[in-house]
Nanobody, 120 residues
Framework: QVQLQESGPGLVKPSQTLSLSCTVS??????????WTWIRQPPGKGPEWIGN???????QYSPSLKSRTSISRDTSKNQFTLQLSSVTPDDTAVYYC????????????WGQGTQVTVSS
């Protein structure tokens, strides 16, 4: 059974870059036909898809966040990371990493989530 664990700072100052890692166990991030995804849920709002990285290393981003987002991976550590630049308090949210269902972008397996607050 795959397990995903987010890690990173819980507090980021405005204008700085938010950086989170997701460590995957029980499955390889280079297994074909799977996508590794970042999703966030701001307080009082629904989930928002941020982007994903495929088994080939290709990336896709939400159009509304694309200019500030970078998703990368370290295959030697079986990790993928999220960087979100120029953050504002509107980026405060619980951030989740997830593994897709096979052959689909739809998240099927989720990490427990990590709270990130943007505040000075």
């Amino acid at each position: 059974q795959v397990q995903l664990q987010e890690s990173g700072p819980g507090l980021v100052k405005p204008s700085q870059t938010l950086s989170l890692s997701c460590t995957v166990s029980g499955g390889s991030i280079i297994t074909t036909n799977y996508y590794w995804t970042w999703i966030r849920q701001p307080p009082g709002k629904g989930p928002e898809w941020i982007g994903n990285i495929g088994s080939s290393g290709s990336t896709q981003y939400s159009p509304s966040l694309k200019s500030r987002t970078s998703i990368s991976r370290d295959t030697s550590k079986n990790q993928f990371t999220l960087q979100l630049s120029s953050v504002t308090p509107d980026d405060t949210a619980v951030y989740y990493c997830a593994k897709s269902l096979g052959g689909s972008w739809a998240p099927g397996y989720w990490g427990q989530g990590t709270q990130v607050t943007v505040s000075s």
